[in-house]
């Protein structure tokens, strides 16, 4: 590897619940790395590519600044900090790319269990306790709801029970939290997921291309994450059924069996999952020998 080509800064969670994913999916793309006794950084050995660990309220402030290149961080954090930034001002200077299918969670109002809610109107006049004021603004906004919000920084979901609010809007993934502290969604305010962002800084040409080179290998990568190669032989009467049984899959490729005429082998990329039903009912519709194989890296 060529060591005068700029190398691309990505700033990723430090620590957390997309730390891994991150971590697994850069080095699906390809990336062997080298990381750093303090564990804040690590060093790409075959790309000229550097992986910063920060914490995730950072990640677009770094990207905003020309810091970093890219960074990988929720929607939920990206959406705040262009909103509101860090509370001196919102931050613009960065695009969102692609989202990344993982790190699944919801932005939610929610409300004790004992309160009686109708609709967004109930929240006129209310106080909201949140740690997203931006995003919770703006919802409050496209509602035409006047609300209070006060900022919350802590573990939102005790200030009703403190008195300091009559409502929260906080992140829920399986809604335990929320009924552990007798609450219950009301609204949804946001839909989040990792997503990556660039930095508007003009790049040079070696960064930009190898930027190219990596969303089209994350590309790859998300294309077989369900993804399985089946391949099973057939009677050729039965090749319309068969086809129409794959799952996720475009024409399949069918070749020739020596010897038989009447029967070939089909092989096919199925773009979803391949359950045990699924093999029962090619078996019913006259496949054998099937074999699911699971697909690692797919270029269309």
């Known amino acids: 590897m060529q060591t005068d080509i700029p190398r691309l800064k990505i700033a990723i969670q430090k620590s957390g619940r ?12 390809g990336l062997k790395y080298t990381q750093s006794k303090d564990q804040l950084f690590c060093f790409g050995e075959n790309m000229p590519i550097d992986i910063l660990l920060v914490r995730d309220d950072d990640i677009p402030g770094l990207v905003a600044d020309d810091v970093c290149d890219l960074g990988i961080a929720g929607l939920n954090v990206i959406h705040e900090k262009r909103l509101h930034g860090d509370g001196n001002g919102a931050l613009s200077n960065f695009e969102i790319i692609r989202g990344l299918d993982f790190g699944h969670c919801r932005l939610c109002i929610a409300a004790p269990d ?27 906004a496209e509602t035409g709801i006047t609300a209070e919000i006060v900022h919350f920084s802590g573990a939102v979901e005790i200030a009703p029970r403190l008195g300091r609010a009559d409502f929260i809007c906080d992140l829920v993934s399986t809604g335990s939290t929320l009924a552990a502290n007798q609450l219950r969604e009301v609204e949804t305010v946001l839909e989040s997921e990792a997503a990556i962002i660039r930095t508007d800084a ?29 391949m099973l032989h057939a009677p050729r ?5 068969i086809t129409r049984l794959l799952p996720g899959s475009e024409a399949p490729t069918i070749l020739p069996l020596e010897g038989r005429e009447d029967r070939v082998a089909v092989h096919a990329v199925c773009r979803e999952n391949v359950f045990w039903e699924t093999l029962e009912n090619l078996k019913e519709a006259g496949a054998s020998a099937m074999l699911v194989l699971p697909v690692e890296k797919m270029l269309a």
Do not use: N
């Not at 004992?114 to 409050?140: C, K």
């Not at 009467?237 to 059924?241: G, N, T, V």
């Open 202 to 230: 003009e790049l040079p040409a070696e960064k930009t291309e190898w930027i190219e080179r990596l969303l089209m290998r994350i590309e790859g990568v998300q294309q077989v994450r369900e993804s399985k190669y089946i």
């Open 114 to 140: 004992d309160m009686a809610y109708e609709g967004t109107a109930s929240l006129a006049g209310q106080r909201i306790a949140t740690s997203y004021p931006g995003v919770l603004s703006r919802f409050l």
């Open 237 to 241: 009467s039965a090749l319309a059924e």
């Open 18 to 29: 997309l730390t891994e994913h991150c971590l697994d999916l850069l080095s699906r793309c």
